[in-house]
């Protein structure tokens, strides 16, 4: 966490500060969802509480908080407790290694009569260099959470929606995994933030002589199949139309969150957006240049602001802030397209679901890894 005590404390409230913003974001998609369903289908969406019905978000909060705690007579308490907290745990805990923007240099400086610093304060709540696989080991844990809530409920309904929902996860998983190992032997590392600065610059292919300019140097640009790939999957894995088989309502009322309101309703909630944002903030990582603004390198920016002025803490912190901005008009880029998605598209069948993820998706995948182990060989 640091060596000294304002480094603990700046990196305990970084990490606090990262968490609550996850979960903030939560009413703010739910309230763009309404609205943005609603623009779809030609209806005014929530439009009488506060302007454009954004009270209605705290409406809901008060609601979900103050609803009756209930639970069935025939649950598993323990389980049937546990469970919403194991289905947002995992999405935030895979967030929480995600980089968000450039790191905060700060200098020294005197407080309290004693020198502190210099510091690095990375942008995400905690730094590690093989952050693909602690991302995909602990979002993965999101099934258990399903399958605690399904079996916990003692109702057959929401047992039948834990039982889709992991083995949806595990079949999609697989093809998810190989769609990212193209990217990973494209750009020869683990760790996030050496794919960012890989993509930096203008589209250069080692086969041809001169860059191509007017292109950014993203990974989408080199692997269009395994983005497309990862992208379907991140679908699946966070049980969103068309592949909400879990919770569809015509057959198993709301699946394996049936029994479920309130505050415990809520959690679910958070962690289904929380898969949501984690699936964007990947697809901005691997495929569309993380943080970075395309004709800007974080050196330039930091130059720009340390020449208006600023000292080297502020313009490092303001380069932050503008490259954090970046990131987030990204990821909620894929956001949207997860809502409009959700709403345009119809659900599949529970067995053209898995077909797709075993019969397509899964040889697609293993097809891309295999291309790109070829067309690495022959150009390197």
């Known amino acids: 966490m640091g060596l000294d005590i304002f480094e603990i404390t700046v990196n305990f409230l970084k990490l606090a500060i990262i968490f609550l913003m996850m979960i903030n974001m939560v009413p703010m998609l739910v309230w763009l969802e309404r609205r943005g369903s609603a623009f779809i289908q030609n209806r005014l969406g929530p439009n009488r509480v506060g302007p454009l019905g954004l009270l209605q978000l705290v409406a809901d ?3 979900f908080i103050t609803k009756e705690q209930f639970i069935p007579e025939r649950a598993t308490k323990a389980l049937f407790l546990a469970a919403p907290v194991l289905a947002l745990i995992p999405a935030a805990l895979a967030f929480a290694a995600i980089p968000l923007s450039t790191d905060i240099n700060v200098e020294p400086f005197q407080m309290l009569g004693h020198m502190w610093g210099p510091y690095v304060f990375h942008a995400q709540s905690a730094y590690i260099n093989v952050g693909i696989i602690y991302v995909l080991g602990v979002s993965s ?12 409920s003692g109702n057959k309904y929401s047992l039948m929606g834990a039982l889709r929902a992991s083995a949806q996860m595990i ?4 093809a998810l995994g190989l769609s990212i190992v193209g990217i990973i032997m494209t750009y020869g590392s683990f760790d996030f933030k050496e794919m ?4 930096a610059g203008p589209l250069k292919y080692s086969f041809i002589p001169e860059a191509i300019s007017f292109l950014p140097n993203w990974g989408v640009f080199y692997q269009p199949l395994g983005a497309l790939l990862f992208f379907v999957c991140t679908f699946a894995e966070s049980n969103r139309l068309p592949f909400d088989l879990p919770e569809s309502e015509g057959e198993l009322v709301a699946g394996f969150h049936t029994e479920y309101g309130g505050f415990k309703m809520l959690l679910f909630f958070m962690g289904e957006y929380g898969h949501m944002m984690v699936g964007g903030a990947l697809m901005a990582v691997f495929y569309f240049g993380g943080y970075a603004i395309p004709g800007w390198t974080d050196a330039e920016m930091y130059q720009h602001f340390l020449s208006g002025g600023n000292s080297a803490t502020v313009a490092s912190l303001l380069t932050s802030l503008v490259f954090l901005l970046s990131f987030c008009l990204k990821v909620g880029l894929f956001l949207w397209i997860f809502i409009w998605v959700r709403w345009t598209l119809p659900r599949f069948r529970y067995d ?20 790109t182990a070829v067309v690495l060989y022959l150009t390197r």
Request: hydrophobic share 60%; glycine share 12%.
């Open 61 to 63: 909060a008060i609601k």
């Open 141 to 152: 844990l999101g099934a258990y959470g399903l399958l605690a809530a399904g079996w916990g």
């Open 171 to 174: 079949s999609y998983e697989l």
């Open 196 to 199: 960012i600065a890989a993509q």
């Open 352 to 371: 053209h679901l898995m077909d797709l993820g075993w019969k397509t998706m899964l040889p697609w995948a293993l097809a891309n890894t295999v291309i």
